[in-house]
């Protein structure tokens, strides 16, 4: 009996291990990015606004010039007069051969995600059901239409919806009968926070 307890301790550890290292490591993580935010705005800081303030300048005040910075730069971009301003910033990033493909891809997925302007289309998350089938997938529709794609693919009242994959920053899109589709009351932040985590239902406190 002795001899089999060396292998149990060790599996227990291992557990133990494991379910400690899930716990920790998004918890380390997010310190980590802030930390890094934090650092590199007071570098930044340090570096344009402490020569100006000297003995005035306060810790800390580098993120808040970051903040100031990040929200100055979203009302400019949503005023027309000087959005414009930014396409000059991005000639570099849309011109360049590879740039511009990497850019473009990320560019796209992130204003998906943007808050939409009146008369825009609404960001929707439906349930995909094909039919006479029990399976049901969730997704984002992406595309309220098939007007302008190329030769070849099926007409009608079509849509593309992009499936998120578990686990992963990827997924599939799909071009489906919008009579497939049903519309849930979820936000796409929730959607996208649940398929990250493969729907897992929240962890009860013991």
């Known amino acids: 009996m002795d001899s089999q307890r060396p292998p149990a301790l060790a599996k227990r550890l291992s557990q133990y291990?494991?379910?400690?290292?899930i716990t920790i490591l998004p918890l380390l993580l997010t310190v980590y990015l802030l930390f890094a935010l934090v650092a590199w705005s007071e570098s930044l800081?340090?570096?344009?606004?402490?020569?100006?303030?000297?003995?005035?300048?306060?810790p800390g005040l580098g993120l808040l010039v970051a903040i100031g910075i990040i929200i100055l730069t979203g009302?400019?971009?949503?005023?027309?007069?000087?959005?414009r301003l930014f396409d000059w910033v991005e000639l570099p990033f849309t011109n360049t051969p590879v740039v511009r493909s990497i850019y473009n891809s990320l560019k796209s997925f992130a204003d998906y995600f943007s808050p939409q302007s009146p008369g825009q289309a609404t960001q929707q998350v439906v349930i995909l059901r094909w039919p006479e089938q029990p399976l049901e997938v969730v997704g984002l529709v992406t595309r309220n239409h098939v007007a302008g794609l190329p030769t070849g693919f099926l007409?009608?009242?079509r849509v593309a919806v992009?499936?998120?994959?578990?686990?992963?920053?990827?997924?599939?899109t799909v071009f489906v009968p919008r009579a497939w589709l049903t519309p849930?009351?979820?936000s796409v932040e929730e959607a996208m926070r649940s398929a990250l985590i493969a729907w897992m239902p929240p962890r009860k406190p013991p």
């Open 162 to 172: 992009y499936l998120p994959m578990g686990y992963m920053i990827s997924g599939y």
């Open 17 to 21: 291990f494991l379910r400690g290292l």
């Open 155 to 157: 007409q009608g009242d």
């Open 45 to 58: 800081a340090s570096y344009l606004i402490r020569p100006l303030l000297g003995s005035l300048y306060i």
């Open 184 to 186: 849930i009351d979820m």
């Open 75 to 83: 009302y400019l971009i949503s005023r027309q007069d000087t959005s």
